[in-house]
């Protein structure tokens, strides 16, 4: 039987043959990739690593629990579109099993591990009902010789196809424009390295931190005597037995020929290795724990906030946003109905930025104190909806006439 092609040679071989292309096979999308450290790296694997955990805990439930809205285009701005069924799909629950920060939350993670979110649209007739997550690792994707693409999923051990139409799709970090790159297989060999340095650590810490010794003795000792040395020499070991000391008897001499932790930077290599992991993922290390060193990305809250923001957060929600416009918004209703994630929470800076920041919008009439009160979660004020700006800025040859400091206008600035 002949041997099966791989990499690029069966990719050619299959192209030539108009045989359909399996995009998560091994040559393209796998989903376990090797390394130089000799780990197995995939999704299970790495999210034992506290960085890559860390990383994708924060940047999936930040965005996931910022409220998703549907909005209209109107003469005056725009207005919540909250009586549309996608508002509710994207913005409350997406199906009957899940909640949107829940669905959101996966469907981010997959786009930071795997490169790609998939989620398949739930209809009745040719009406769009809800959003169903698809688990990467679950779905397989082919080209046939039309160059459409089929989508087959298994779910409880049933296989099923989901038409192309059907599938809502969002890539992460994009070469091609089409699919996204998986951090899992280009990285494999940052978390491979921190893999195989946390099972040194871990080897480390269960030889009680101690250097290599050497136990040698003036004469040769019989088999049997041997196994009882060693045996008594492994009730001394580990760490939890830190401290004990062997009897050097019978001219047994003890000599160090390894190299303590310190020596091997053991600790400073997994400390490099978690800020490298942050790297991929477009993360500031100290935002996940790592604030040995002084970070690029501002000293103060709102300054790591908004670099979180600009840097690592807004790429994925844009891509997020205009996926929904593309694939889950009607063409004919794309002109004035758009779908956007509120960051008002995390633009929010102490009190004092604050304050400054409303009384800026209260004097300048581009906010009403209702709107105010809104962003701080406080309930409306009668007469609250007017707009009022200053008026202190006047011509010098209008001092004294009695101009009012502030005046009251109806409508919108």
Not at 93 to 113: D, G, K, Y
Not at 215 to 227: A, N
Not at 353 to 368: D, I, P, T, V
């Amino acid at each position: 039987m002949a041997k099966k092609p791989s990499g690029k040679i069966k990719a050619a071989l299959l192209d030539w043959l108009g045989i359909p292309v399996g995009l998560t096979d091994g040559a393209f999308w796998s989903q376990t990739a090797t390394n130089a450290a000799g780990q197995t790296v995939n999704e299970q694997t790495i999210l034992k690593l506290t960085a890559v955990w860390a990383c994708g805990r924060l940047i999936s439930q930040t965005i996931s629990t910022l409220p998703l809205g549907l909005f209209e285009k109107t003469t005056s701005g725009r207005s919540a579109a909250k009586n549309h069924s996608l508002y509710t799909i994207i913005h409350d629950r997406p199906n009957a099993n899940s909640t949107a920060a829940m669905f959101w939350e996966s469907f981010i993670l997959s786009m930071l591990f795997h490169g790609n979110g998939f989620a398949e649209k739930l209809k009745i007739g040719n009406r769009l009902v809800g959003l169903k997550f698809l688990n990467p690792n679950c779905l397989h994707i082919t080209q046939d010789l039309n160059l459409n693409y089929r989508y087959a999923y298994t779910e409880n051990g049933r296989r099923r196809e989901i038409s192309e139409a059907d599938i809502f799709h969002v890539p992460h970090f994009t070469m091609g424009g089409r699919w996204g790159l998986s951090a899992i297989r280009y990285g494999a060999s940052t978390f491979g390295s921190a893999l195989a340095a946390d099972t040194a650590a871990n080897s480390t810490f269960e030889k009680g931190l101690a250097p290599t010794v050497a136990l040698t003795f003036p004469h040769f000792l019989k088999p049997e005597q041997r196994e009882e040395f060693r045996g008594n020499l492994k009730k001394i070991s580990g760490a939890l037995n830190a401290g004990e000391s062997p009897l050097l008897e019978g001219g047994m001499d003890a000599k160090v020929i390894g190299i303590n932790p310190k020596d091997a930077q053991l600790l400073e290599s997994r400390v490099f290795s978690g800020e490298d992991v942050c790297r991929w993922f477009g993360l500031d290390p100290s935002m996940v724990g790592y604030g040995g060193k002084v970070s690029n990305w501002g000293t103060g809250l709102e300054q790591k906030n908004l670099s979180l923001l600009n840097y690592c957060l807004r790429p994925i929600m844009i891509k997020i946003e205009q996926g929904i416009l593309k694939d889950l918004i009607l063409p004919q209703e794309q002109p004035r109905l758009y779908a956007e994630f509120n960051i008002e929470g995390l633009l929010r800076g102490d009190s004092a930025a604050r304050k400054e920041f409303y009384a800026s919008a209260l004097q300048n009439g581009w906010m009403n104190r209702n709107q105010v009160a809104a962003m701080e979660n406080q309930p409306s004020l009668e007469g609250g909806e007017i707009y009022t700006v200053q008026s202190n800025l006047i011509p010098i040859d209008q001092l004294g006439k009695g101009v009012p400091s502030e005046t009251t206008v109806t409508g919108r600035v």
